[in-house]
């Protein structure tokens, strides 16, 4: 199985996932990357993951599922283009002979899904969105700390091993807010090289993995003493014990943060 991001507007990534012969697109935002990739490669697609309402993410449904016939899958708390397929947590995608379980992951918006897979070539894959990104996660535009936290904290247990598949290409900026929370973090300062290379030469630093996120994602950290200590300093009213205070920080400190 071949796995793809299509870049699309500034930093966007739209995820192809292929056979050679049938593919499924998540969060078509604009629909000419995906047309054009799917004539290149010559497959059919076959379904559209969508996340959350945002229009860089369903910006293009419409027209790929014209032009295709692709099945549309997405939140059941969301508008998104009808016809749809509505998820909630607990509910599955069986699709090219592959199962995703949806997990509700509301923080960035009020009903953002992300997309399971437990086994793709031997390994876990997750399509993500805006919640969870390398270094970072979604701004809160609708939903609260809690939930966020408890978003993130769901994804955080999947294995070790897990294809981060988030949307946008945020990581080198991500890493610099990181490396300020968390300036000694030695594994944290490997990744940053890494993916200033990767950069450099044009490449993306997407798919990440959950176990380097749990070493390097401040916002998967939230329980650490240095990132909680940190938070501190940067509002002194947050309790170091409280990882929802201490996330709200962070985020907040993100917002500002240049």
């Known amino acids: 199985m071949n796995l793809l991001p299509l870049p699309a507007f500034t930093d966007n990534y739209i995820w192809m996932l292929h056979d050679g012969r049938q593919a499924i697109v998540v969060d078509p935002g604009d629909s000419a990357?995906?047309?054009?990739?799917?004539?290149?490669l010559g497959v059919q697609l076959k379904a559209i993951l969508v996340t959350h309402h945002h229009a860089d993410h369903v910006g293009g449904v419409d027209a790929v599922r014209s032009a295709t016939g692709a099945v549309v899958y997405g939140p059941a708390r969301e508008k998104i283009p009808e016809p749809l397929h509505r998820l909630a947590h607990g509910d599955a995608v069986e699709t090219m002979g592959l199962r995703f379980e949806v997990i509700d992951v509301p923080g960035h918006t009020a009903g953002h899904i992300a997309y399971y897979c437990p086994d793709i070539d031997g390994e876990?894959?997750?399509?993500?969105?805006?919640?969870?990104?390398?270094?970072?996660?979604?701004?809160?535009?609708?939903g609260t700390p809690a939930q966020m936290l408890n978003s993130l904290d769901q994804l955080a247990v999947l294995p070790g091993n897990t294809r981060v598949c988030c949307t946008h290409e945020y990581t080198l900026?991500?890493?610099?807010?990181?490396?300020?929370?968390?300036p000694g973090n030695a594994a944290l300062l490997h990744y940053s090289s890494q993916c200033e290379a990767l950069r450099a030469r044009h490449q993306p630093t997407l798919p990440s993995r959950m176990a380097l996120e749990q070493d390097v994602n401040p916002f998967l950290r939230v329980r650490q003493p240095a990132v909680a200590q940190a938070a501190h300093g940067y509002d002194a009213k947050v309790n170091q014990d409280d990882a929802v205070a201490v996330l709200a920080a962070l985020r907040q400190w993100k917002n500002e943060f240049r």
């Open 124 to 142: 876990p894959l997750l399509f993500c969105g805006d919640t969870l990104f390398s270094g970072g996660c979604g701004r809160l535009f609708e």
């Open 173 to 182: 900026s991500n890493l610099k807010f990181a490396r300020a929370v968390e």
């Open 33 to 40: 990357p995906v047309l054009q990739a799917l004539q290149h």
